[in-house]
């Protein structure tokens, strides 16, 4: 199948899909962005709901580059529809009868929402592509746009940004008026760089399981994944966790929901008399970097709350590394170059750099003086220490720095009706591994009462 031009997903007829998304947490824990700063504390929030229905929640993943249209890799590019990242993958890896190391994607995107990204697969052999493309399309949430060939696997971060156009429902349409405040002001100054609560799972306790990943602690680590009961948990994983407590590990994998695969591969090889190192082992190592990249967040946000209460997020402060946005470099700061960089006529004022924050690891760049103190504390607050982070431990992380504010660009916004009720709609485009429900919490402020609007 060669690759032909689409129109924008975003300008499409959008018909409703049957079904429904609710935005309501299944989580027995508060959400760890809960308490976390805001940037436009003065500004009321319109509070709402997101994720009512699929369509509600778009996202278009942004190319790096356009495909060469040859070479051993195929690249597709797919529509999906409450699926995770990963459930694709897999689908696509089954298609084409290759492993998953060999499917590669640029990012991962929502699971409750429509989404459109890019996909590779390495497959020199041309004869099957129809009939794979075919096959992955027989699921009823997926839908192949157009593929073509390329001479690399896709790999995380390749991708230009992404683009999100989302309804917030339960709310007056003149409450648009208010969002626009809000985002102006964010793309004025830059949106704090949160890392959103999904990145922590449904529990909201990936960060625990991933520091317990780190530090080898691999009984504990499979106590909490799978014991631990919940104020939310349904009703066959209540009983799923009943009998893992009781050691009765053929049971609770009977009442364990498919759909919670990682647990069932730790929760079967405990079936098999295997220790719990040897099922923490099991667990695919897909979902050992998501684990510990959610402890490395967890950390991220501290420092990044910190400086958000300090009012430094929009200064460089000697002892930074330096964000390059265009580049995505980092350069270290001194007293004379934060002085540079904070004028009037710096780069800090447009949005060209930006203070970094930690995600640890033995590979990360450390800051230096007070910032650097600021940082271990942060690390400190995880009970983990260098010695720890920089072991060589096969789950450790290798570390890299993160803006602590990005650009947040072409915004629009517009308030509505349609058969579901009425809403605001707002559009925006953010750099890759930036969070829309970050910029949604500034908007909503659903973590606080709303302000009441003048009628």
């Given at each position: 199948m060669g690759k032909h031009t689409t129109q924008s997903p975003h300008r499409r007829n959008q018909v409703s899909q049957p079904g429904k998304v609710s935005n309501q947490a299944d989580s027995p824990m508060p959400s760890l962005t809960a308490n976390l700063a805001y940037l436009t504390e003065d500004i009321p929030g319109i509070g709402g709901l997101i994720r009512q229905r699929p369509l509600d929640f778009l996202v278009e993943e942004q190319p790096l580059y356009e495909p060469a249209g040859v070479g051993e890799h195929v690249y597709l590019y797919v529509e999906k529809t409450h699926m995770t990242t990963l459930d694709v993958v897999r689908r696509i890896a089954k298609a084409y009868g290759v492993k998953r190391q060999d499917v590669g994607y640029a990012g991962l995107k929502d699971k409750r929402a429509v989404t459109w990204q890019h996909f590779s697969v390495y497959q020199p052999n041309t004869s099957r592509d129809d009939r794979a493309v075919k096959h992955i399309s027989y699921h009823p949430n997926l839908?192949?746009?157009?593929?073509?060939?390329?001479?690399?696997?896709?790999?995380?971060?390749?991708?230009?940004?992404?683009?999100?156009?989302?309804?917030?429902?339960?709310?007056?349409?003149?409450?648009?008026?208010?969002?626009?405040?809000?985002?102006k002001q964010l793309e004025s100054s830059g949106m704090p760089n949160f890392i959103g609560e999904q990145r922590f799972g449904y529990r909201q306790n990936g960060h625990l399981l991933g520091r317990l990943l780190?530090?080898?602690?691999?009984?504990v680590f499979i106590d909490h994944l799978l014991g631990q009961p919940g104020n939310n948990d349904i009703e066959p994983?209540?009983?799923?966790?009943?009998?893992?407590?009781?050691?009765?590990?053929?049971?609770?994998?009977?009442?364990?929901?498919?759909?919670?695969?990682?647990?069932?591969?730790?929760?079967?090889?405990?079936?098999?008399?295997?220790?719990?190192?040897?099922?923490?082992?099991a667990i695919d190592r897909t979902q050992w970097q998501l684990l510990l990249s959610a402890w490395q967040s967890a950390v991220f946000n501290t420092v990044l709350n910190r400086r958000m209460e300090q009012g430094t997020l929009s200064q460089l402060m000697p002892g930074d590394l330096a964000w390059k946005h265009d580049s995505r470099a980092v350069f270290a700061v001194d007293e004379q170059t934060a002085a540079i960089e904070n004028a009037a006529s710096g780069r800090v004022r447009t949005l060209g750099v930006s203070p970094s924050g930690p995600m640890w690891g033995p590979q990360m760049p450390r800051c230096s003086g007070d910032v650097d103190q600021q940082e271990l504390a942060a690390l400190a607050e995880q009970a983990v220490d260098l010695e720890q982070v920089n072991g060589t431990d096969v789950a450790s992380p290798s570390g890299s720095r993160r803006p602590l504010r990005v650009p947040i660009?072409?915004?629009?916004?517009?308030?509505?009706?349609?058969?579901?009720?009425?809403y605001v709609r707002v559009a925006f485009e953010l750099p890759r591994g930036a969070f829309a429900t970050t910029a949604l919490r500034e908007i909503m402020k659903n973590d606080r009462r709303p302000t009441p609007e003048p009628q």
């Open positions: 839908r192949v746009h157009w593929t073509s060939r390329h001479h690399n696997k896709l790999r995380r971060g390749h991708h230009g940004g992404n683009r999100f156009v989302i309804r917030i429902r339960d709310v007056r349409p003149n409450q648009v008026l208010t969002a626009h405040r809000v985002l780190l530090l080898g602690h691999y009984e994983l209540i009983e799923g966790r009943a009998a893992f407590l009781r050691k009765d590990f053929g049971t609770a994998l009977q009442h364990w929901p498919r759909k919670l695969r990682f647990d069932r591969q730790a929760l079967d090889a405990l079936r098999q008399g295997k220790t719990p190192e040897q099922a923490a082992c660009r072409n915004v629009d916004l517009e308030a509505g009706v349609d058969e579901h009720g009425e």
